[in-house]
């Protein structure tokens, strides 16, 4: 498990994380969702012991990751802006990462890079983006850690490389256990992957929820209702989050268990009634209206 409490770090008079606490299990896929400035990266890198914090401790399995290199070989970062040595190529970095991760497995790289259609013995800065990103997630995947921290992973990607790389993690996840973090500005990225979510915002977390626990207890509703003493029935001792109207139609994003709102609902004997699955960027539009915030304003999607 990775733990951190009231992390704290600032650049000059910016401070990029604001007493951050977070707890991400093994064995999940942790999706660090906010815009560029929002953290993200910074948070990413204090993981991996790449910086160290201002303020707050980081735990990796228990145990400090900053300048102990032992607890940085069970963690791979895959940067958004990508690091290759100068001129090399596939090969050459397998050759580098093998010397620094004791359970890199270069065979099963050379492997997964003809599926892929990268040619190992090819300069990388030949490579497009795209490419070279792919290049950064194999080398990654087949580092053997047990953390593998992703910056923007799928930006740059083609939507059949994108699923590849997904159906990669979900077999890694199953073989050996490996618990993927990644960051991105984009919830519909992260909607199919991802088993919870932390919400950034300047540099805080406004949210850290379970997916599958958030959908459960929140419930998109589509009615049209015979008259205002209906209505009045309907949504008595609800919790309405969200509540829109067009015309006669009647769009209510409600916090509640979908029996329990089935009920009240039936108290309305509404003309038309529908409970809709919920987006993750609907889920999270709703909640953080109700702390304060716009997601719209930040959330890119």
Request: charged letters at 30%; glycine letters at 8%.
């Amino acid at each position: 498990m990775i733990e951190l409490l009231n992390l704290e770090k600032s650049f000059d008079d910016i401070k990029a994380v604001n007493r951050v606490s977070l707890n991400i299990l093994d064995g999940e896929v942790y999706g660090l969702v906010g815009t560029n400035g929002a953290g993200k990266s910074t948070i990413l890198r204090i993981i991996s012991g790449v910086i160290k914090p201002d303020e707050g401790i980081v735990l990796v399995d228990k145990r400090p990751v900053y300048d102990n290199p032992e607890v940085k070989r069970d963690v791979f970062y895959i940067s958004d802006d990508q690091y290759f040595l100068p001129n090399s190529t596939p090969e050459e970095m397998a050759v580098y990462y093998e010397n620094i991760y004791p359970g890199f497995d270069k065979l099963r790289f050379y492997k997964l890079c003809s599926g892929f259609g990268l040619d190992v013995k090819r300069r990388i800065n030949t490579f497009s983006k795209g490419m070279k990103k792919q290049v950064s997630i194999l080398l990654g995947i087949c580092a053997g850690t047990k953390y593998l921290l992703c910056d923007e992973t799928f930006d740059g990607l083609d939507p059949v490389v994108r699923q590849g790389v997904k159906s990669l993690f979900a077999g890694e996840m199953a073989d050996r256990g490996l618990t993927p973090v990644i960051a991105s500005h984009n919830l519909r990225e992260l909607e199919d992957i991802c088993d919870h979510i932390g919400l950034l915002h300047q540099g805080g977390v406004i949210l850290s929820e379970d997916i599958e626990d958030m959908k459960i207890k929140m419930q998109k509703v589509q009615c049209v209702f015979a008259s205002e003493e209906d209505e009045k029935k309907a949504l008595e001792g609800l919790n309405v989050l969200l509540h829109e109207t067009r015309g006669r139609l009647h769009t209510i994003t409600i916090r509640g268990e979908r029996e329990e709102i089935e009920r009240a609902f039936g108290r309305g004997n509404p003309i038309f009634f529908e409970v809709l699955a919920l987006s993750l960027e609907e889920i999270f539009i709703s909640e953080t209206e109700v702390v304060g915030y716009d997601i719209r304003k930040f959330v890119l999607g």
